[in-house]
């Protein structure tokens, strides 16, 4: 199993992007999937959770209505759009992805299995 994400980049404050994760080797339409980031200095933390369906999702408390996660469960992918960044968004991105079915949205690093190599997040002030 493999998740690889893309779109990061620089970006200055005020500005977008959206970050895309690509899963092959199984799908996952029945699994949560998540962003996880990791700025330096700092632990991993929870960006956002969709549920296999896409109807439920939960947000880090930091996110304030900025990002907004969806996924295509036929194209097996996760995507993070990202709206007003600051230059607290700067970290490493990380997409996740739960091996078990669940009915409640797993909110922890613990409770994912297959994990990308990252992105990195750069927001200039």
């Known amino acids: 199993v493999h998740l690889v994400e893309s779109g990061g980049g620089l970006v200055q404050a005020g500005g977008s992007l959206n970050l895309s994760c690509a899963a092959s080797?199984?799908?996952?339409?029945?699994?949560?999937m998540a962003w996880f980031r990791q700025a330096p200095g700092k632990e991993r933390e929870i960006v956002a959770v969709?549920?296999?369906?896409?109807?439920?999702?939960y947000y880090g408390d930091f996110v304030k209505g900025r990002f907004t996660i969806s996924r295509d469960n036929v194209k097996n992918t996760v995507s993070l759009q990202m709206n007003s960044l600051e230059s607290e968004d700067t970290a490493v991105y990380y997409c996740?992805?739960?091996?078990?079915?669940?009915?409640?949205?797993?909110?922890?690093?613990?409770?994912?299995?297959?994990w990308g190599q990252g992105t990195q997040v750069t927001v200039s002030s």
């Open positions: 080797g199984r799908a996952f339409s029945s699994n949560s």
């Open positions: 996740a992805a739960d091996r078990k079915w669940s009915s409640r949205l797993p909110k922890v690093e613990a409770d994912y299995d297959y």
């Open positions: 969709i549920g296999w369906n896409g109807r439920q999702t």
